[in-house]
């Protein structure tokens, strides 16, 4: 285990009729005016637009709106953002909705306290001295950006999907109602039980040895996940499944399961250039890719592997490789009970798209912790996620 330090400083309130707590949990902080964040018309039919903007009032907070965030969120929706919040005085951002929205939340938070073009931070030119608060009505739990300081955009005009992070962005108080979640399509809680999977893999596949307590912390939330997907597949409605779903979700990327290693997160980086070119959602294009990058990659740490597949899958035997092409082989077979796809030509990717994407992703080359990926091992892998 490598040394660290951790501090998370986000607020959770979870559970039932806890949005109409956010008015009193922002003027906590002061703040008088946020910019309301929110994707399309679901805020309106499960009623927490109602809930969260009475709450607003009550609590004597004015607000505007920035409507239409969609997934892989789009770098010129944050900046319409920003300029909002820079003529209207706003001084914070409450965020209703998933990843893509808290996502976004948090980019305009920072553009809105930075004097230049705020993608200069994702490309890694500049440094944030300052944000706006977030805070955070949770209506789907997949990224855990409710509980940790990064964001993914995408920059439409350049096609680049890239990261930002900074401790400035954590989210100060995050709502989690699991009941809120109770109508979401099938598919978005499968996508969302994919990423958390994900979320928890890109850190216990990394390299590191000697990890046994966070790697059984990583174990016991993809279990948990396993059990509880299966469960809402056919009974969306189960609070106690949602509850266990939410909090896991949370857990997976709040900082806990990566301490004391680097993470790999090159599954991520190779998906992120893969939906830059195909409208496919950010859970769907890791179904595909991870199991893809888990077969190219395995041998470079078979025992991490073969543990994998007795800890979380309860495979048994003596062999190593065996076990660990076997574990990964379940993982697929999980994804496809789920619904989810697992390979690049069941949505529509065309071989000869693997170059396009390879050369975008091999752009943040080398990626990975693992085994450090150039472009031709990003072709390997896509290769082997094709079919």
Not at 65 to 94: C, F, R, T
């Amino acid at each position: 285990m490598l040394n660290f330090k951790f501090k998370n400083p986000t607020k959770i309130v979870f559970g039932k009729d806890t949005i109409s707590t956010i008015g009193s949990e922002i003027a906590d902080f002061k703040v008088k005016k946020v910019l309301l964040v929110y994707g399309k018309g679901s805020i309106f039919k499960n009623g927490v637009y109602d809930t969260a903007v009475s709450s607003l009032k009550n609590n004597n907070i004015d607000f505007l709106e920035l409507s239409g965030i969609k997934a892989n969120p789009l770098l010129s929706k944050v900046k319409e953002g920003i300029n909002i919040v820079k003529e209207n005085n706003i001084d914070g951002i409450l965020a209703i909705g998933g990843g893509s929205v808290i996502d976004s939340s948090k980019a305009i938070s920072a553009g809105a306290c930075y004097e230049n073009d705020v993608w200069e931070l994702f490309e890694g030119n500049g440094k944030l001295l300052n944000a706006l608060p977030v805070f955070t009505i949770l209506t789907l739990s997949a990224t855990g950006s409710e509980m940790n300081f990064g964001g993914v955009i995408t920059n439409e005009l350049e096609g680049k999907k890239w990261a930002f992070g900074s401790p400035l962005l954590y989210p100060k108080v995050s709502i989690i109602d699991p009941s809120i979640q109770f109508t979401l399509p099938k598919i978005q809680t499968v996508n969302g039980a994919v990423d958390i999977i994900t979320h928890v893999f890109e850190a216990y596949f990394d390299g590191v040895k000697n990890t046994d307590m966070i790697d059984e912390l990583c174990e016991g939330i993809i279990k948990t996940v396993i059990k509880h997907s299966k469960i809402l597949i056919t009974d969306p409605k189960n609070y106690n499944s949602r509850c266990e779903l939410a909090w896991a979700s949370t857990l997976a990327l709040n900082g806990l399961t990566g301490v004391g290693r680097h993470g790999d997160w090159a599954s991520h980086d190779i998906e992120h250039s893969l939906s830059v070119f195909n409208d496919i959602s950010h859970g769907s294009g890791l179904a595909i890719i991870m199991p893809a990058w888990m077969k190219y990659v395995y041998t470079c740490d078979t025992a991490k592997f073969a543990k994998m597949a007795k800890n979380i899958f309860n495979i048994q035997g003596d062999n190593n490789e065996t076990l660990a092409l076997n574990g990964i082989n379940e993982l697929q077979n999980f994804y496809k009970y789920l619904g989810a796809p697992t390979t690049l030509k069941e949505v529509g990717v065309k071989f000869e798209d693997i170059n396009t994407i390879a050369n975008n992703a091999s752009l943040l080359s080398p990626m990975g912790s693992l085994k450090k990926l150039e472009k031709q091992d990003i072709q390997k892998i896509l290769q082997i996620a094709f079919e």
